[in-house]
């Protein structure tokens, strides 16, 4: 019963910037825990960040230092702002949410569709 739009995703080059979006309606958003996941072509769904309702934040260790998830709970949405990005970091960005931040896709409730993020080099 909660849909989650992702937006902001596109092409960059290497070295570049891209600021992700999730909003989420339907339900209340404040009482979840949000996480990004990606997938690249013929590759598994990867955890990239999880925010908990309260702020506390986790990263997959290839992008710590480099990507940052946020979240405004009074606009119920989520960000990923990803700094100097890799060809590697090239995937659908998918949005989710659960009740815990955990690394495995299957314990979340909702997903966004995700959104394409194409990194040039």
């Known amino acids: 019963q909660v849909q989650l739009v992702e937006s902001g995703g596109g092409l960059v080059q290497a070295g570049g910037s891209l600021r992700l979006s999730c909003a989420a309606s339907g339900r209340t958003f404040s009482g979840y825990a949000m996480a990004w996941f990606r997938q690249a072509p013929g590759k598994e769904r990867e955890f990239v960040a999880g925010?908990?309702?309260?702020?506390?934040?986790f990263y997959l260790e290839s992008v710590k230092g480099r990507f940052t998830i946020s979240r405004d709970n009074a606009k119920n949405t989520v960000y990923l702002q990803m700094n100097s990005l890799k060809p590697e970091d090239a995937a659908v960005y998918y949005c989710?949410?659960?009740?815990?931040?955990?690394?495995?896709?299957?314990?979340?409730?909702?997903w966004g569709q995700g959104t394409q993020v194409t990194v040039s080099s």
């Open positions: 925010i908990w309702s309260y702020g506390s934040t």
């Open positions: 989710a949410a659960g009740n815990r931040i955990l690394i495995t896709p299957r314990t979340y409730d909702y």
